[in-house]
């Protein structure tokens, strides 16, 4: 194709157009010299029911530069009279040390236990609390989050993203991703709630803190 259209040409994934870039030069040109114009990002099918284009990885446009520079600014000014992400990073080293040392030394697959502290780092950043590694709501919400990415780059999915328009009436993974992701967002909607009606203006305590003080702004 590149032989016979050049560099840039367009192919169709299913209805979807699709643009190709060939070689190191095209590639630099669109995604270094015009970064702005290329600064979008597609829709993932599989999750627009539930996301509709909002929040910080699946907003675009406007909405998603000015989400992307307020969650910079905050994550800037965590340190500032409250808790740094070093410290929170530094509170969940600590609490890994110590279920490592539970094994006595016998043979261990920490993978669980890696995904519990990176987990537990953005819960502290975002909720303002880290969750006991056996804690059922956590777990059930880890669980949650692998499950649903492991469907989303499932092959089903795929097919779903090319042939959205039709599939979304029968039965397939998009139906259990779109339930994973509601009860995840119920979560997440019932802890605002819970910050929204102790909030304290003079005193952010994390992520949804500083989010419910700049809508009021």
Same mark, same amino acid.
């Given at each position: #194709?590149?032989?016979?259209?050049?560099?840039?040409?367009? =192919? @169709? #994934?299913?209805?979807?157009?699709? &643009?190709? /870039?060939?070689? %190191?030069? %095209?590639?630099?040109? %669109? /995604? =270094?010299d015009q970064a702005e114009a290329f600064s979008g990002r597609g829709t993932i099918a599989v999750v627009q029911p539930i996301f509709k284009d909002y929040g910080v990885i699946f907003a675009n446009g406007e909405r998603w530069k000015a989400l992307r520079r307020f969650s910079l600014a905050t994550m800037r000014d965590f340190g500032m009279g409250k808790r740094s992400v070093e410290e929170r990073i530094q509170e969940e %080293?600590?609490? #890994? =040390?110590?279920?490592l040392r539970k094994s006595q030394g016998a043979p261990l697959d920490p993978t669980f236990l890696f995904q519990c502290i990176t987990a537990n780092i953005i819960c502290s950043i975002v909720f303002g609390e880290r969750f006991d590694y056996k804690d059922r709501q956590f777990l059930r919400l880890l669980? #949650?989050?692998y499950r649903t990415f492991s469907l989303i780059s499932s092959l089903s999915s795929q097919v779903f993203e090319l042939f959205s328009g039709f599939l979304k009436?029968?039965?397939?993974? @998009?139906?259990? &991703?779109?339930k994973n992701l509601q009860e995840i967002l119920d979560y997440i909607g019932h802890s605002v709630e819970k910050h929204r009606a102790t909030l304290d203006p003079n005193s952010p305590r994390d992520f949804i803190d500083t989010y419910l003080l700049r809508m009021e702004k």
């Open positions: #194709l590149r032989e016979k259209y050049g560099d840039v040409f367009t =192919v @169709h #994934l299913g209805p979807k157009p699709v &643009v190709m /870039l060939y070689g %190191a030069e %095209a590639i630099r040109e %669109a /995604l =270094v %080293a600590r609490c #890994l =040390v110590e279920d669980d #949650l989050f009436y029968f039965p397939g993974t @998009h139906i259990q &991703v779109s």
